[in-house]
């Protein structure tokens, strides 16, 4: 059974930085895109940033300058650094990537547990 990880996320304050990681294991092929995506109390969640297999880079209009997205593949790991935080950033946040099973020979979408970020004013 293949399983996304979180760690990283805790308390920072106005300006301040987190690092967040997402490690999966289990039965793993490989591994295409993964992506970090966000949901503040009594909002959508919206995707935050997202890395392809070939190491492109998307990230929203709102923490573009501020954050980066890189992953290791040898360790299926994905990495979100957030820099400048500000308390608009609160939120849980979800790590996913999209995973080939050993058994199977399609990309299915796996999602962590969820990491709570909170920024002080």
């Known amino acids: ?3 996304l990880v979180e ?3 805790g308390l920072a304050q106005n300006g301040g930085s ?3 990681s997402c490690a999966a294991s289990g039965s793993i092929s490989s591994i295409n895109g993964m992506g970090w995506s966000r949901q503040a109390p009594g909002k959508q969640r919206e995707m935050v940033a997202t890395i392809s297999s070939g190491d492109d880079v998307n990230y929203i209009d709102s923490v573009k300058g501020r954050f ?3 992953r290791d593949i040898a ?3 994905v990495y979100l650094q957030m820099n400048s935080l500000n308390p608009e950033d609160t939120g849980v946040y979800y790590c996913k990537m999209s995973i080939r099973g050993t058994w199977g020979f399609v990309f299915l979408d796996y999602w962590g547990q969820g990491t709570q970020v ?3 004013s």
């Open 1 to 3: 059974q293949v399983q």
């Open 7 to 9: 760690s990283g996320g």
């Open 18 to 20: 987190l690092t967040l």
């Open 68 to 70: 980066t997205i890189s």
């Open 75 to 77: 360790k299926n790991t």
């Open 118 to 120: 909170t920024v002080s």
